[in-house]
């Protein structure tokens, strides 16, 4: 229950939070590692009283055998306990900054994995993985201190178990008046300091666990006590018959900005219109988006809208993990079908889907990775669709930017932000002839169009006035007209659409138990060194523990002289065994755990990043975040000190029954029934909580995945009004994942009553054969006997438990072996032969007649595709949606392996390279999708490499226009005022969390910048640019920048340029030098050159 409610809660705050708030991996890590550690809360207080109650019970028993003796070990408790008042005061602050560092790792890596295209597109692997395996090292130092508390905590504890019945029984020895010790008195005193020895040693245990469980219920509570998003609307639905929202007045300037982003804004939005508002990159376009959302709240002012349900598409398109049938109609189980047809065939999605496998009913993976950029987008638009009844449609920026959800929904309110920008003007005709009537543009259409420029709305004009200013006004704004070049082309598919398959649960349950494999996986990663020390330390205390009891057998029988030996001796065991104790401690925190984690870790996180991109649309991005967060947790906390149980526990089992069997032969005959009986429970038991556990790991996986499909589609989910909807879906994953875990729990309890019924038979069967041979049995075997019997309860019963537990975690060793094992290498398939020192240094491109697809199986993208560029070419690539232009990218970056034909760079043919290497030192590319990892610094994200001074990442910013933006949002000074190096240095180590959110066209500067970082530090390298839909985002103004860049920047450099739209970059093009190059259904029909 208390799983279940923390997650619902988490995941309820995660719907109501700002989205700058939402976007961490805060809410992750919360259900992978804290709530994990607050699972068994209730069990731990229970535990605790009744403990408790066990050491006063047993304290007043002990008083009536030896006397005021019995309360030396109340008095060690309490000298034991200032060390628990040590762990209280510095515990949690150390569990707080390993949960914090681990919050970051987890962070970085989940920005890594999804934006792993654009990512191994810039050719960034290697400088992401030096960054994670950083904040990897980072996060176990921080580990340390705490682990360092665990060793020393856990010494006290087991001093107290193991040293006060030393003490007490050594104390009680040597004041007794009698000549010899008394067996019954010393093995009765004996189990009755075990009753309170063990009781107060087990409350101590849980003392740390306390601690940190409060450390974890603090995080979660500072989480879900952040302040709620306010929505500052007002609602006022009896304005919905003719006037639909009203901006009045509205100033928005968050607290880090010196001036406003919108001032004093007010425009009327009515029913049936069309508003187009239109601006540079940055202007504040997406902010009035937000505020007439309710994302943002305005300083002055005020916003009144008739419903708050609105149709909203984002810059970027976000699509959650789900059928697309189920994406267009909202998550509704029986949608209009009628109407769905109608939006399918005006976003011109029907032949896409007669494309897919499983049509429309095919699976949506990481946000669309298996889809091209303009199939998400008219997926998008589909649930935007109008309505048959008027409605009011307000288009952000140029152009539009996404598509059938829009359609589909039928809201009156449709908050469009750039939403078409990558299609081509085929697509765009279809569309917009569809839905709005035949335009040839964009801006006849709107009733009104408005500037906004300087913070304000400086123009509105409508459109179809024949004012000869208003004519002026409009031709002011940043206008692209469409082309219609390939306006009646048939749309295809990027790539086929695979099913989601995750085989974790049917690979766990076919392995075998005891599985050596995985043993010497996981052995390996520790170091066989360190696995001795364990075992050494284990076997140590083993011995000791066990041992000790004969000891006080022999003092027993032995006559007044030779007390003070054998007492002696049992002190010196005893101690062996606190020492060896504390050593398996040490051992299993210090070294295995840091070095096991290490090595997972690094290992993992070099096969994901190495994996070809097909890995990445086939496999569910919850499932991959699961082995970076639960299985590396499983190995960081659990596996160690699991494995030093287990090891224990098999070491004492052996010292006791050999005891057991010295001193009552006979019992050997027990010894094969105890053992059959336990090897069926453990048999039965194991092979049915590994099953429930991994079909609980499983369905946790759509946990994760609902978690991150809320965090990325925030804004969409709330516009549209889906916030319950999610929730239900959440719950409904939640409850699935919940029913395995609660059938374990009940799995364990049953093991342990059977755990007690089979040794309280074999306490009888011993007591048995005692009377029976009454005249063989002294009272020394006899408290030997039971005292080992009482233990063995324990041992075995924790045996079994650590075994199947052992085994269970050895599922995370498992998971993360398969990937290791049998995820594609991108090396595997790629050369390992290294380019000369100066390749390339012309960037001569040869394309000879390659062809692709996308998998063995499916038909071909690129068909003898040919195309030579010679050194300092620039080529434009145009073609409708699903021409190939993106598969001939990825061709390029051997992200896709052509089945024939070669690809070579300066007569170096790349197949024979390794694919980082081609695309680190062969390529500079600039991804359509903009790509920056959060919790990184902004100097690690323009220069991954750290190959470019201060001064020139300052360059790059100010040469496209960034770098006001980027100053002007921090509380750093002028740079001006102070000393530049040392104020640079400070703000470009800030991480890119500390600034505000890029836009989409902000995104793309940002790219810029770092391409030009990457030219310079090439030089004199010729590496060949490739820019996908670089400008697809930027208003004419900003495009002028590219343009320019492409004139003087990028002068010498070979470019491919992929583009739907041409117009704006094509005056950087070279008569008789440069070309266009069409593509069609896979094949380049022509290469025109610049007239």
């Known amino acids: 229950m208390v799983r279940g409610a923390l997650i619902g809660l988490i995941h309820h705050t995660s719907l109501n939070l700002t989205y700058e708030k939402s976007q961490g991996s805060s809410a992750l890590t919360l259900i992978t590692s804290d709530i994990d550690s607050i699972e068994s809360v209730g069990e731990t207080f229970h535990e605790t009283w009744a403990r408790l109650v066990e050491v006063v019970a047993g304290t007043v028993l002990l008083a009536s055998r030896i006397q005021w003796f019995a309360f030396l070990p109340l008095a060690i408790i309490f000298a034991c306990s200032r060390m628990s008042a040590y762990v209280a005061k510095h515990l949690e602050n150390r569990q707080k900054a390993w949960n914090e560092a681990t919050q970051s790792r987890i962070a970085a890596t989940t920005s890594t994995l999804e934006g792993i295209k654009s990512l191994k597109i810039m050719g960034m692997e290697g400088a992401v993985q030096s960054q994670i395996l950083h904040l990897r090292s980072k996060e176990i130092q921080t580990s340390k201190p705490f682990r360092w508390i665990l060793v020393a905590y856990n010494a006290s504890a087991n001093a107290l178990g193991i040293l006060a019945p030393v003490l007490t029984l050594i104390l009680f020895a040597m004041s007794s008046k009698s000549d010899r010790l008394q067996a019954d008195q010393i093995f009765t005193s004996l189990a009755l300091l075990a009753m309170v020895t063990h009781p107060a040693n087990m409350v101590m245990t849980l003392i740390p666990r306390a601690i940190s469980v409060m450390s974890n219920f603090d995080r979660i509570q500072t989480y879900i006590s952040q302040p709620s998003i306010q929505d500052s609307r007002e609602y006022s639905p009896h304005d919905r018959i003719q006037r639909l929202a009203t901006i009045q007045d509205i100033t928005i300037q968050p607290s880090s900005l010196a001036n406003p982003i919108l001032l004093d804004v007010s425009q009327p939005l009515d029913r049936g219109e069309i508003l187009i508002c239109a601006g540079a990159v940055g202007s504040g376009k997406t902010t009035l988006a937000m505020a007439i959302l309710g994302e943002v709240t305005s300083t002055k002012g005020s916003i009144s809208v008739s419903s708050r349900k609105i149709a909203y598409c984002a810059q970027g398109p976000w699509l959650p993990s789900v059928a697309i049938r189920e994406a267009i109609s909202g998550h509704l189980v029986d949608p209009d079908i009628e109407w769905y047809n109608t939006v399918i065939e005006a976003c011109g999605l029907e032949s896409d889907f007669e494309s897919f496998v499983g049509g429309d009913m095919a699976l949506i993976e990481n946000n669309g990775m298996n889809l091209s950029g303009g199939q998400k987008q008219r997926i998008v638009w589909a649930f935007l669709l109008a309505p048959p009844h008027l409605h009011t449609s307000i288009f952000l920026t140029k152009a539009f930017k996404a598509l059938a959800r829009a359609v589909y929904s039928k809201y009156e309110i449709l908050v469009l932000d750039d939403p078409l920008s990558a299609l081509d003007p085929a697509v765009t005709d279809h569309i917009v002839q569809r839905l709005l009537g035949p335009r040839e543009d964009l801006f006849p259409i709107a009733d009104r169009v408005l500037l906004l420029q300087d913070s304000r709305l400086h123009l509105q004009v409508p459109t179809h006035s024949q004012d000869p200013k208003a004519s002026a006004g409009v031709s002011e704004l940043p206008e692209k007209p469409f082309s219609s070049a390939a306006r009646h082309e048939t749309p295809t598919v990027a790539a086929p659409i695979r099913k989601l398959h995750l085989n974790d649960a049917a690979d766990e349950i076919s392995r075998r138990t005891g599985d050596l494999a995985i043993y010497d996986y996981y052995i390996n990663a520790i170091g066989r060194t360190n696995v001795f ?221 059977i755990m007690d019924c089979i040794i309280a038979t074999f306490a009888v069967i011993l007591i048995a054969f005692t009377v029976l041979y009454r005249n063989t049995t002294t009272g020394s075997d006899l408290g030997v006997a039971l005292n080992l019997l009482i233990v063995a309860n324990t041992t075995l019963l924790r045996l079994v438990q650590t075994w199947t537990s052992l085994e269970t975690s050895l599922g995370s060793i498992s998971r993360l072996k398969s990937i290791q094992d049998c995820v594609p290498s991108e090396d595997d398939v790629g050369g390992t032969i290294d380019p000369d020192l100066q390749w390339p240094s012309s960037g001569n491109l040869q394309v000879n007649g390659i062809s692709v697809s996308y998998s063995e199986s499916a038909a071909l993208s690129l068909s003898d595709l040919s195309l030579t560029i010679n050194p300092g070419q620039k080529v434009i690539v145009i073609g409708r949606t699903g021409s190939g232009k993106s598969t001939l990218m990825l061709s390029l970056l051997q992200l896709l392996r052509p089945r024939q034909g070669t690809i070579s760079i300066d007569d170096v043919n790349i197949g024979y390279l390794s694919p980082r290497t081609v695309r680190k030192r062969g390529f500079i590319a600039v991804p359509q999708d903009g790509f920056s990892i959060p919790t990184a610094s902004l100097r690690f994200n323009l220069d991954p490499y750290h190959t470019s001074s201060d001064q020139d990442i300052l360059w790059s910013l100010r040469r496209t226009g960034l770098w006001d933006k980027i100053h002007s949002t921090t509380a750093i000074p002028t740079v001006e005022k102070i000393n530049m190096d040392i104020d640079t240095r400070s703000l470009l180590d800030l991480p890119m969390s500390s600034f505000l959110p890029f836009s989409t066209g902000q995104l793309q500067l940002f790219a810029l910048s770092r391409t030009l970082l990457r030219i310079r530090s090439s030089e004199p390298h010729k590496p060949v640019i490739i820019l996908d839909e670089a400008s697809s985002s930027l208003d004419s103004e900003t495009e002028s920048i590219l343009t320019d860049m492409l004139r003087h920047d990028l002068q010498g450099h070979t470019i491919v340029m992929i583009a739907h739209r041409v117009e704006g970059i094509t005056g950087a093009m070279r008569p008789g030098v440069d070309a266009i190059a069409t593509m069609q259904d896979g094949k380049l029909q022509t290469v025109t050159l610049m007239g």
């Not at 011995?543 to 049992?570: D, I, R």
């Not at 909580?689 to 965090?711: C, G, Y």
Request: glycine letters at 4%; charged letters at 15%; hydrophobic letters at 50%.
């Open 533 to 753: 020390i364990l075992l050494a330390c284990t076997a140590g205390f083993a011995f000791g523990s066990t041992f000790a009891q004969y000891v006080l057998k022999w003092a027993t029988e032995s006559p007044p002289e030779s007390l003070a030996f054998y007492m002696s001796l049992y002190a010196a065991v005893s101690s062996v065994a606190w020492i060896a104790t504390s050593g398996s401690t040490w051992s299993a925190q210090m070294i295995i755990a840091v070095n096991s984690g290490a090595v997972l870790h690094a290992n993992l996180l070099d096969r994901i990043l190495k994996a070809p991109l097909s890995y990445f649309t086939d496999t569910d991005l919850g499932a991959i975040v699961n082995r970076f967060g639960q299985d590396l947790n499983v190995v960081d906390k659990h596996l160690s000190p699991t494995l030093a149980n287990f090891n224990t526990q098999i070491f004492k089992l052996a010292m006791q029954l050999i005891l057991l069997l010295k001193i009552r032969p006979v019992m050997a005959v027990t010894v094969p029934v105890c053992a059959i009986c336990v090897y069926f429970i453990q048999r039965i038991y194991l092979r049915t909580s590994r099953q429930l556990r991994f079909l609980e790991l499983e369905s946790r996986s759509s946990v994760f995945t609902n978690f991150l499909d809320t965090a990325s589609g925030i804004v969409t989910i709330r516009a549209f009004g889906w916030k319950d909807k999610f929730e239900d879906e959440n719950v409904k994953s939640l409850d699935l994942s919940q029913k395995p875990f609660y059938i374990l729990l009940c799995l364990q309890c049953w093991l342990k009553m």
